[in-house]
């Protein structure tokens, strides 16, 4: 393995060499005591300026300006962020994304405004491997409406194709809810070729993003997208539970009506009006006061996402999970290790997926090590690589560990 | 008016003097170019050590710990959080209370889980003067279910009384949906009269404790509630948006089902399981994953109203409000300033409330000078005190700096 490994190092730092991104590294908080970091697509590190922005912030904004702070920045942070997210990311023009609530939350908003645009339908379909949250946000919707929840089989691999939804969607279904990359598999699914399919039986399709915005470029309003939400915790590095967003395509809001009425989606915030009236457009899904605190580490890895652009991103993704798939081949296949995820880098996102029955027992004690993958049930490690925050070697030095430590056990 | 700002000046001076608590001011950060915070009840100043736990928290557990900090601490922050909450603030035995999401989209799930709960009843009471997002939560719910939302009038000054609830709860009522301390008068509900009075026509309560938690004792289980839901961000110092909390007594927690079905909330968090089957006990409230990084601050603030006890603070709540009705009836009474609060100190919360026709002008005036009251229309000032952080003194000051503005006018 020695002679294998010498060479996968030698590609890696040539790699990392020509990495026009190398420079972002350094703008990372260090982790202290590991040496790979492979979650980033559960959740991403944090910056090293961002202590340092949440200390300015307690003293000024929120310390010295106190209340005043609502109307001179804070109330427009829903919109502000979310049309950043939509430019840079996710191809969605001004005023149709918003950040606030968790995604399960939000999940629930937009899954409840698109079935009651359908009341002559019945049914909602879901990939069967969606993210439990997705599909038991579905599951209790559908179980408050009457409706029918319909699972959608898809290749554990390749992940959901055109010609499954062309099977599967009929004149009864309401909305289609899908995973844009597959959180195991990391497949990508076809998202303009899918919503024009889905478009065409007369269904809405709801987009969860959450393993793919800040990886791999999104576009929305080029898809002629109708619902989407994901995730600002994992290639966005927002913090343990940071907001989420949510897409409402412009043609759609002003027929949409979601189900949490609070103030701050009311047309007159502060109005203390009698009855509830929705803000026009995007605002109208807003529901509690915005988590400020929450959204500013966000707000730091916004600006490096901006300056490094999401194609670049994209083609060191590529170049991560291609290594990745390399190294596998070589150090872990021969171990009887399986590689879980596409070969072909159009068709994956920013994490490979592999399989091995001893998965279980190795991953505590690669923790322990300081090498941290995701562990998934029942014999899954995904190894996510977030381009700005990781290094060839890093992905390498990964693999290598779980060879070693499948040789030791 | 000189004689007697002096003399209201020594009287301050006394009271700080001989405040317990007075050395707790100190531990807030220092409010630069701030001469008087008023709105502490709106929004909560930060400690001196926040900027140093959260910058600890980005370095260590975030930064470091990673992904492992989930299992290590993160997940049960909700029900931890929760359960102190219960203990030091709102006489919740543990188990009944979490912390999560916006108070919004708790005042959803909890109103949803108690109208299910009583199939054969169609109406919700609210208080007309309820807190806009309680109304429109409450009116969007009733829209979507087919209820009738009856909104009941109550004194403006003195609040609901039991006999309002006595002469409106019938056996068609689900659900009476109140606040305990009323966010304009500041006048306090009798929770527990109230609370057995609708129960004996077999109506659920929903309390609303954003105004009252963290400056007087609130005994939910003493009164046998069964629905409260408050907010971390005014008396609680958590930060803009921080979450919310729920509680739900005990007896009911097992036949009650809430709307947003999500993975946090299910039986087997990472069971990844087809179906959704909702955790024992209050965890079924749950939905999304918790707003771990906006938790931190409510954490440190926790310590210090542990350390000081609810009974001192509402002591000090006491003596701060009543020396702030002096100063108005000495000196705004006469600028044609009226007192739209109790004057009997066990009617009313932490927080006082004058109008005057001027106010709209007056206030934006007051902040550009460092008095920071909160300005509500049409021609209301609440002048909030958080006992913690605000001095005899300090309160005085607001008030001089009110009446100085209405002459200067």
Not at 71 to 94: K, M, S, V
Not at 150 to 155: E, T, V, Y
């Amino acid at each position: 393995m020695t002679d294998q490994i010498t060479r996968l190092a030698a590609q890696a730092r040539e790699l990392d060499d020509a990495d026009p991104l190398a420079g972002f590294i350094e703008r990372f908080a260090p982790a202290e005591g590991v040496s790979a970091y492979l979650d980033g697509n559960s959740l991403g590190r944090p910056l090293r300026d961002t202590g340092a922005r949440l200390d300015a912030f307690v003293r000024h904004e929120w310390g010295s300006r106190l209340i005043r702070s609502w109307d001179e920045q804070w109330l427009d942070l829903p919109t502000e962020l979310g049309d950043r997210i939509g430019a840079a990311l996710i191809g969605a023009a001004p005023g149709q994304t918003i950040v606030g609530d968790s995604t399960t939350v939000l999940l629930y908003k937009l899954m409840s405004a698109a079935v009651a645009m359908q009341p002559g339908r019945d049914e909602v379909l879901i990939e069967a491997n969606n993210f439990p949250t997705d599909r038991f946000v579905a599951e209790g919707i559908a179980h408050a409406r009457g409706l029918t929840l319909r699972q959608l089989p898809a290749d554990p691999v390749g992940g959901i194709t055109v010609a499954d939804i062309a099977a599967a969607v009929t004149e009864r279904t309401a909305l289609v809810v899908l995973s844009h990359v597959d959180y195991r598999s990391g497949a990508i699914a076809d998202m303009r070729a899918i919503t024009a399919e889905a478009h065409r039986h007369g269904a809405l399709v709801l987009w969860d993003l959450c393993h793919s915005v800040g990886v791999l470029p999104v576009e929305l309003d080029a898809a002629t997208a109708d619902f989407a939400v994901g995730c600002t915790y994992k290639y966005l590095n927002g913090g343990p539970g940071s907001p989420a967003f949510a897409y409402v395509n412009a043609s759609l809001q002003e027929l949409t009506e979601q189900p949490v009425w609070g103030w701050m989606g009311a047309a007159d915030v502060f109005g203390m009006r009698e009855r509830y009236e929705p803000a026009p457009g995007i605002r109208r899904f807003l529901s509690g006061t915005p988590a400020v605190l929450s959204m500013l580490p966000l707000q730091g890895m916004l600006e490096l996402i901006e300056e490094a652009g999401i194609a670049q991103i994209r083609a060191k993704s590529v170049s991560l999970t291609a290594l990745v798939v390399t190294a596998v081949d070589e150090l872990l296949a021969p171990r009887g290790v399986a590689l879980l995820t596409s070969r072909d880098p159009e068709r994956r996102g920013g994490h490979v997926t592999i399989g091995h029955e001893g998965f279980a027992d190795l991953v505590p004690r690669l923790w322990e090590d300081g090498v941290i993958p995701d562990f998934r049930r029942p014999d899954g490690i995904r190894i996510g690589l977030s381009p700005l925050s990781t290094t060839h070697a890093e992905a390498l030095r990964g693999v290598v560990a779980i060879a070693e430590g499948l040789t030791g056990a």
